[in-house]
């Protein structure tokens, strides 16, 4: 076994504003679609094939947005306010976008985020029933400018979701949320996946996850020409 010396490069990225930038791909999809899962299998295909790439996560990715995670996901918050929730969100954003995500696009390199605003919009939005405008907003100043080349969706319904979880054993306190969150938050995704461009590219979470895998795998490097 050999280790690939010159990993492979992406060289379609774009000129922007007088500057090369890479392609900014996000994951996005409800608690239960198998997305992290997936994205570890991505992962593996990319390294594998000495791709060039840079994968983060929200909410965190740098240490101070992972301070925040923790005070999102921390079992004992539970008198958080909906709009301190929100602002939180946007926040540890705010840093992720500084930090990692423009500088990394302006060196060329492609970005593959676990999450964006697009799940402020779903679960703060619609979940916590703040208003799309308000988070819109928020978010606005928080990405500064930045908006995904590519999202990649895992559509999966409630009652598959529900059936997969019953087999797992800890909840964080937003997993823990009762049903109707979630049925909010799914419902505010479709609405999203209605209004939302062709940078959006839906795949059917319901099937295997070899098969979601294959199929957002074969998105991702159709759309950076691998
Ligand atoms: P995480 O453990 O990363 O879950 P997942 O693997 O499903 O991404 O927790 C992220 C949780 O935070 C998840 O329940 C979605 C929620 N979330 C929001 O409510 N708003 C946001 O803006 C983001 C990025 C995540």
């Known amino acids: 076994f050999k280790m690939e010396k010159n990993p492979k490069q992406i060289y379609n990225g774009y000129i922007k504003g007088g500057i090369m930038r890479g392609k900014f791909i996000v994951f996005e999809g409800s608690d239960g679609s ?11 295909y990319l390294d594998e094939h000495g791709y060039d790439y840079v994968l ?20 004992h918050d539970e008198e958080m306010s909906h709009r301190t929730e929100a602002l939180l969100f ?26 964006f605003y697009m799940s402020s919009l779903a679960y703060q939005a619609y979940g916590r029933e703040l208003g799309y405008d308000g988070v ?21 319904d409630p ?13 964080d306190r937003l997993e ?6 979630h049925k909010r938050v799914y419902e505010g995704y479709q609405k999203l996946l ?20 294959k199929a957002s795998l074969d998105k991702l490097l159709e759309i950076i020409g691998g």
């Open 34 to 44: 198998g997305k992290t899962t997936i994205l570890n299998n991505i992962k593996e």
């Open 56 to 75: 983060t996560r929200e909410p965190g990715g740098t240490r101070i947005a992972e301070m925040v995670r923790d005070i999102l996901l921390s079992n």
């Open 90 to 115: 946007a926040a540890s954003r705010a840093q992720h976008v500084d930090q990692i995500i423009r500088p990394n696009l302006e060196k060329g390199k492609l970005v593959i985020s676990d999450r």
């Open 136 to 156: 819109m907003s928020i978010n606005e100043f928080a990405i500064d400018g930045i908006k995904p080349d590519c999202t990649i969706f895992f559509n999966v």
């Open 159 to 171: 009652i598959t979701v529900l059936n997969r979880k019953k087999k797992q054993v800890e909840a």
């Open 176 to 181: 823990s949320e009762e049903d109707s969150y």
């Open 194 to 213: 209605e209004r939302e461009d062709d940078n959006l590219i839906i795949i059917d979470a319901r099937k295997s996850i070899e098969e979601v895998t």
